[in-house]
């Protein structure tokens, strides 16, 4: 598995996402998040629809991931627990599909610069790394 | 409204096993409003098909789209906007949609995408229970508007069974006994003595037990 390089999502929110705008990329690669996670951002994660995730999944990611604010603690209110409930959505459809659940994970963190933001990213690298490509792809590449 | 849930993605794979262009088609009636089967859910379950295909080693073409609704005749034309484009259809209406397209469509292949569970509300977000079981004679300007014939285990007409406790349903203690409720209702609204009608043996063909049932209004009809 050590020449797989993963392609993983990361739907941020606008609050838990600050760092990304601030360093840029390479600032953040600096920090160790790793090459591989992509990430979009959100004006809230609650604004993630099911379908999002999924065609995510089908654009080649072998892994996805959603950070959102705590749970009770949301700019928003609701909007980080309706994106938690979302991706279980996804979990229960992956795991109706035979394909590992883990793939697709949720975290709630707090807003602006921390390392728990970089750390998400590398525990996800590293969990996709393990489970190798996603077999939702068939194969390709 | 009518209730649905979409079907386990696995049932619904094993059904378009062999074919190679879906139309996954929602309705924008009941299962919209009860999200099981609006243009919404369309979207995700297309992706899901696509991506168990994949994972299966094939390619299919998946199409969406949805009708007004699919329990009328004429919305059903509106499939001719997919004409030639797909070799079979998952419905995601209730099954009412499902036997219409196979009524006025002979030759075409269609699989129902949910299962129609039943005739209810929604009390709460993301919460349906049933209310009405369509028996077609109602009674409920007997029972203070609760329908015994739905919500009640084994559809009584005379009060309660020996089983209610504490204003529960021995089937479960979540299940409110809906005999208790009617109870409770009618008196509060000074309509107890409405409980001491005995109400007659039933006669269930309208309920369906006397074969498929039908409503032809004359001063409808051309
Ligand atoms: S087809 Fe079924 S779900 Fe759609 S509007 Fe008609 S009754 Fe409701
Ligand atoms: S009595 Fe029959 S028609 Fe009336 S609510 Fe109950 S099931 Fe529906």
Redesign the interface.
């Known amino acids: 598995m050590s020449d797989f390089t993963p392609n993983i999502r990361a739907f941020c929110c606008h609050y838990t996402s600050q760092q990304i705008c601030a360093e840029g990329d390479e600032g953040l690669n600096r920090e160790g998040f790793p090459k591989s996670v992509a990430i979009e951002r959100l004006v809230c994660s609650g604004k993630l629809?099911?379908?999002a995730i999924?065609?995510a999944?089908?654009d080649g990611a072998d892994g996805v991931y959603v950070v959102g604010c705590p749970e009770d603690k949301c700019h928003n209110l609701m909007g980080s627990q309706r994106a938690a409930k979302r991706v279980g959505a996804v979990r229960k459809?992956l795991t109706?599909?035979?394909?590992e659940a883990d793939r697709v994970e949720m975290y709630h963190l707090e807003r602006g610069f921390h390392p728990e933001f970089v750390a998400a990213a590398q525990e996800m690298d590293r969990r996709i790394k393990e489970m190798g490509p996603s077999?939702?792809?068939?194969?390709?590449k | 409204m009518i209730i649905a849930e979409r079907k386990?993605?696995?049932e619904i794979?094993e059904m378009v096993k062999d074919v190679k262009r879906v139309l996954v088609l929602g309705c924008k009636g009941c299962v919209t409003v009860c999200s099981a089967g609006g243009e919404?859910e369309v979207?995700?379950l297309a992706?899901?098909i696509?991506?168990?295909?994949?994972?299966?080693?094939?390619t299919v073409e998946v199409t969406d789209g949805a009708l007004v609704r699919q329990c009328d005749k004429e919305y059903i034309d509106g499939l001719d906007n997919w004409k030639g484009k797909y070799d079979a259809i998952v419905s995601m209406a209730c099954g009412v949609g499902v036997n219409f397209i196979a009524n006025l469509r002979p030759e075409t292949i269609v699989y129902p995408g949910v299962n129609t569970s039943f005739l209810g509300g929604s009390a709460e977000q993301g919460v349906w229970s049933e209310q009405c079981a369509g028996c077609g004679n109602c009674i409920l300007h007997l029972t203070g508007g609760l329908c015994p014939v739905a919500r009640c285990a084994k559809s009584l007409m005379n009060g309660p069974c020996g089983g209610s406790q504490g204003g529960r349903c021995e089937i479960n203690p979540d299940v409110n006994c809906i005999w208790q409720s009617i109870h409770d209702r009618l008196e509060r609204t000074g309509k107890k003595e409405d409980m001491l009608r005995v109400a007659p043996i039933r006669d269930w063909s309208t309920a369906g037990h006397g074969g498929p049932r039908k409503v032809v209004r004359d001063d409808l009809t051309v």
Not at chain 1, 96 to 99: A, C, I, R, T, W
């Open positions: 629809q099911v379908s999924l065609k999944f089908e459809a109706e599909l035979d394909v077999p939702l792809k068939g194969g390709k | 386990p993605i696995n794979m919404r979207e995700i992706s899901l696509r991506l168990g295909a994949n994972k299966q080693g094939r």
